[in-house]
């Protein structure tokens, strides 16, 4: 089954500091990867995406991703963490689906605490 | 240009009872689908819906069901409610055209509280 794998439950780190939020894929064929991101009793918002091409992919608010085929991640990241950043982040992957349609599968989410 | 819209916001129901759940889609797309996320959970796929007809669905009982209208506005019906039902609804929508590249995007949820 394709699945996504979000390791850790939380995540914390001094505001101005880079950040790391891990998401490893297991999927058949290329991947179609994504994050967003959930802010408390809202919707998901989308951050990025990953379809093809360059593996480092540049999204909203600052935040970044690298695809790495070898390790089967699609880390997300930022070079310098600001407190309106905590929030619950979500990695995906899209799946096309037989007989038409598509789906997302969302891995259980990360929690991102930016402290001062 | 509105984003997805959905209503209600929230909601409380009793067991047994039924809840419709209403989403109107990003203006432009064609294409909505339901999630549930429980609480502490990533979201799960219930179903898809293009051209007013169920094209995939999830791992949902049949007590969850669903309609598009010809505007490509949705709902979303769950009969006999459990208490396992308390959930976050989430309804995104997309474009068929761009089923292998586009993102979904997400309404702000419905929360629905079964007691």
């Known amino acids: 089954a394709q699945s996504v794998a979000q390791p850790e439950d939380q995540v914390n780190v001094a505001e101005g500091n880079p950040l790391t939020v891990k998401c490893t894929y297991s999927?058949?064929?290329?991947?179609?990867l994504f994050w967003y991101v959930q802010y408390p009793n809202r919707g998901l918002q989308f951050l990025l995406k990953y379809i093809t091409g360059d593996n480092l992919v540049k999204g909203s608010y600052g935040f970044e991703a690298e695809f790495n085929k070898s390790q089967t991640s699609f880390h997300l990241k930022k070079p310098s963490a600001l407190v309106s950043d905590s929030a619950l982040y979500f990695c995906a992957v899209r799946l096309i689906l037989t007989g038409g349609g598509n789906k997302l599968t969302f891995g259980t989410g990360t929690q991102l605490k930016v402290e001062l | 240009d509105a984003g997805v819209t959905q209503s209600p916001t929230h909601l409380i129901k009793t067991r047994g009872q039924q809840v419709t759940l209403r989403c109107s889609p990003k203006s432009g797309h064609d294409t909505v689908s339901w999630y549930q996320q429980a609480l502490g959970q990533g979201p799960q796929f219930i179903f898809q819906?293009?051209?007013?007809?169920?094209?995939q669905r999830g791992n949902f009982p049949d007590r969850f069901s669903g309609h598009q209208f010809p505007n490509y506005s949705s709902e979303l019906n769950v009969n006999a409610l459990l208490l396992g039902d308390s959930a976050l609804y989430l309804c995104a929508s997309s474009l068929v055209s761009a089923a292998n590249t586009g993102e979904l995007f997400f309404g702000e949820g419905s929360r629905l509280t079964v007691l």
């Open positions: 999927v058949s064929g290329n991947p179609y």
């Open positions: 819906y293009y051209e007013e007809e169920e094209r």
